[in-house]
């Protein structure tokens, strides 16, 4: 197969030869439209000269930087977030876009504000995953009075200040894993939820969507009161062992947060396989694994290509158009996997 030339882009692209020789060579200035209709062309047609027309299109446009501020640095979710944020930020064909991604250390809600207003003169918007407190929401409304916009990402916060949130409806969430866990355990018995803390808007959604279709549609099953994880591995898994050992009419446990790797760990060690309802968020290495081997029932999972491509897009709009009179939502389905989707 032939290689692409300059006269069969310009055919692709309805423009002259003389004109993609302009864009290539960049001796004189082209209307962008018409840069960017040869550099569709070019990417099109498999053009060899594609990355050079796209550097002399991206030239003329002005840089975004965009901040980006995520949890628990080590986490296999995270990692594969900031990979996904960073596909999401090289992907978009016709702007030059720079991230920052920097990673909260504790669950103190003032490291989380501090890092927002760190983001201050240096990027042009902020994307932002957190508790919901209102030393978050205070610098979130600095940015914003210095016309840089906040998104939150998966669990709500600096409700009326931030610009938008973008994730999963949680509400619904919780309401869709309740349906679940009452078709998949075995009989009426009791059931545990974990949450990862009080300020964690997402969290508290879940639970109360969870709660209100079991009160709703099986009243027969027991909730216990809710358990704080601080979503840690560790608490996750003392605490389950010492329900499991108190109460042996345990059906189905519920992780609305992080730390299921320690449910998990704890119904390796003193139950067997789909011997309760375990519902999980995120798919990792370790939610599949559990799945695989039958402690985890169901995982509930953002779909974060979607949701990166999507933010970036948001924040950009807001960059070139300025802030939404009335800050909105932007709701992403549930994903769901089971032992037979892997």
Known sequence: MRR???????????VSVATVDRVLNGRYRVREETARRVLEAAHKIGFYGANVIRARVLAEQPEYHLGFILQKERHAFYQTFARQIEEAVG???????????????????????????????????VAATGLDHHDATAAVAELRAVGVPTFSLLSDFAQGVRESYIGTNNLRVGRSAAWLMSKMACRPGKIVIFIGGHRYHGHALRETGFRSYFREFAPDFELLDSIVNIETRQLTCEATLGLLARHDDVVGIYVAGGGMEGAVAALREVRQPDDVACIVNELTPESTQGLLDRFVSIVMATPLPTLCSDLVAMMVHAIEHGMAEYPGQRFLPIELWTPESL
């Open 91 to 125: 992907a978009v064909p016709n702007k030059r876009l720079r991230a920052t991604i920097r990673f909260v250390q504790s669950a103190a809600p003032a490291e989380l504000a501090d890092l927002i207003r760190s983001m201050k003169g240096k990027v042009q918007a």
């Open 4 to 14: 692409p030339t300059i006269a069969d882009l310009a055919e692709a692209a309805g």
